[in-house]
């Protein structure tokens, strides 16, 4: 599942994590926010399923609150490894530019299907029930709508 991650980066350039056999202590499934400071600023929301990081970008700052969605663009698995990642991606490799982690926790997964997920989020900054949909987006249907389910 990580054939994609690793043929986008090189790792003799970048600072990211080639592989995927860190594993944090908890065996809580954990879940990260990165702000990515790219060419376009994003968030980068990553759930850990199967062990890997199913990612999805997000245009915008996820919502603390309910009532707001967000466009998430499912993007490549990421290793697990990659929920510790901080740093300066170099100019002329694949995302260049600064991530941060602006949110990390555990969370549990209570829907797992092809066209929603449902999860409930224990970060600093996301807490709650948040729910992800598959939606119509381009030729390849990678989008999903993003958002906070009402208590
Ligand atoms: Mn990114």
């Given at each position: 599942?990580l ?52 990612s ?86 990678k ?9």
């Open positions: 599942m054939e994609e991650y690793e043929k986008k980066r090189h790792f003799e350039k970048t600072p990211e994590p080639s592989f995927s056999d860190l594993k944090e202590s908890s065996d809580k499934t954990i879940f990260v926010v990165q702000r990515h400071d790219a060419r376009n600023l994003h968030y980068d929301f990553r759930l850990e399923i199967d062990g890997v990081l199913k999805w970008a997000v245009p915008k700052q996820p919502p603390k609150k309910a009532g707001t969605k967000r466009l998430a663009i499912q993007t490549e698995d990421h290793p697990l490894a990659y929920a510790n990642f901080e740093g300066e991606i170099p100019a002329g490799e694949y995302g260049a530019g600064k991530v941060e982690i602006w949110d990390r926790g555990t969370f549990e997964l209570q829907k797992h299907e092809e066209k929603e997920i449902v999860v409930t989020l224990h970060g600093e900054e996301l807490k709650g029930d948040y729910v992800l949909i598959r939606t119509k987006y381009g030729k390849e249907e989008g999903w709508l993003f958002f906070k389910r009402a208590d």
